[in-house]
Nanobody
């Protein structure tokens, strides 16, 4: 599976952005998709994930209620809708694919996109 994230940019605090992650391959719906982020000087952290069917999602506490993950299996694409953005959301955002289990742990994710930058100004 090859992943290509896009949609990052510069946005003011309390604004919104939608990230997209396009996947190659015909088995996209069999993968759990996760979003992760890495802020400058910090380790990469879990943001959220969605099951292959799209029926279940899970989020980090820091983004719960503000971010929403969805997917369109017909388009081989997963989305991260980010609302009420805060300066602390500034990071490089990665999408990743996992067919090992519904887990937040990064080691479960074998396939990673290249990342897209999100900068939130105060």
């Amino acid at each position: 599976v090859q992943l290509q994230a896009s949609g990052g940019g510069l946005v003011q605090a309390r604004g919104y952005l939608r990230l997209s992650c396009a996947a190659s391959g015909r088995t996209f719906s069999s993968y759990i998709m996760g979003w992760f982020r890495q802020a400058p000087g910090k380790e990469r952290e879990f943001v959220g994930m969605i099951t292959g069917s799209g029926h279940s999602t899970n989020y980090a506490d820091s983004v719960k209620g503000r971010f929403t993950i969805s997917r369109d299996n017909a388009k081989n694409t997963v989305y991260l809708q980010m609302n009420s953005l805060k300066p602390e959301d500034t990071a490089l955002y990665y999408c990743a694919a996992n067919n090992k289990g519904y887990r937040e742990r990064q080691s479960f994710y074998d396939y990673w996109g290249q990342g897209t930058h999100v900068t939130v100004s105060s």
